[in-house]
């Protein structure tokens, strides 16, 4: 289901919050309501952001829990954005990415695709998402709105293994659920990879921020992809071996944060030295 529509303020580099949980916190202190900067369905892209961003949660996650960092930072650097929550099973809609990934998952976040694009005249969006939420928004992107994306950005996921399909510990909890439907996505992973044998589309760009301390996926190599395939693998450690960040904190990670700005487009602040510097960012010591 889609988060409940919002018309806040985008919140400044200051009110950016700086740890995983955040997010959580203020759902849980806020009756569940999104935190600042997600699903401001008042946002209207400029000629500086012109694609609105769609943030992917992972499993048993949802939009406000996971994205309270990324999205409060990517609306003070301009940009719209919305983070739905995918894949809840009923009666728990708190808790997504649970159910089927062409029952639920990818229809919902296909839905909320053509949503944002009516509601903000854009022709395409980027997507950015998290662990299985990367592979909702590849598997989207591949088979449903190739035309309607113009960058995935993936963390917590290793795009070597993005046409795999959903975890084991999900699609065994399908198998559990409904036979039919863990052999439905089953047959839908091989559909994803299509007559050029990869789970990427022509002409959207893929940027995969890694961190050598992801728990789930290790270190990761830039897999061969055909020469069609614009693909870029940004590791956490390259620039900054001290970020630690593991699979969950690599959702509150600067280094993190300051790759998915430029992989959308960069800072619109001068002065930026690149790419995982912090300069623009108000980061607790």
């Known amino acids: 289901s889609t988060a409940a529509p919002t018309s806040t303020a ?6 950016v919050p700086w740890r995983w949980w955040d997010g959580a916190v203020h759902q849980l202190t806020h009756g569940l309501a999104d935190p600042p900067g997600l699903n401001r369905d008042d946002c209207r892209p400029t000629a500086e952001r012109p694609e609105p961003v769609i943030l992917v949660h992972g499993t048993g996650l949802n939009g406000g829990n996971s994205w309270a960092t990324v999205g409060a930072a990517l609306a003070a650097e301009g940009f719209c954005v919305w983070a739905p929550t995918v894949g809840a099973l009923p009666g728990l809609g708190a808790a997504g990415g649970l159910d089927s990934l062409t029952g639920a998952s990818a229809p919902q976040l296909a839905a909320e695709i053509d949503r944002v694009r009516a509601l903000t005249g854009a022709a395409e ?15 989207v992107a591949a088979t449903a709105r190739a035309d309607s994306v113009r960058t ?4 917590g996921a290793d795009p070597a293994r993005s046409g795999e399909g959903p ?8 198998g559990v659920l409904s036979a039919e439907t863990a052999e439905r996505d089953a047959e839908a992973t091989l559909a994803w990879l299509g007559d050029e044998g990869v789970p990427f589309a022509r002409g959207v760009r893929y940027v995969a921020v ?8 290790g ?3 830039a897999p061969q992809v055909p020469d069609f395939v614009d693909l870029r693998v940004a590791r956490l450690q390259d620039g900054c071996e001290a970020d630690r960040s593991g699979h969950l904190t690599v959702l509150a990670s600067p280094r993190a944060v300051d790759l998915v700005v430029d992989a ?5 602040r001068s002065g930026h030295g690149g790419p995982g510097d912090g300069a623009d960012l108000d980061v607790p010591p």
């Open 264 to 268: 959308l487009g960069g800072p619109l």
């Open 152 to 155: 995935v950005v993936t963390l």
């Open 10 to 15: 985008a919140p400044t580099a200051a009110g």
């Open 219 to 221: 270190p990761v190599v």
């Open 125 to 139: 969006v980027d997507l950015v998402g998290h662990s299985q939420g990367a592979i909702i928004a590849s598997f």
């Open 167 to 174: 975890p084991e510990f999900v699609t065994d909890l399908l």
């Open 210 to 217: 890694s961190s050598d301390y992801d728990e789930l996926t």
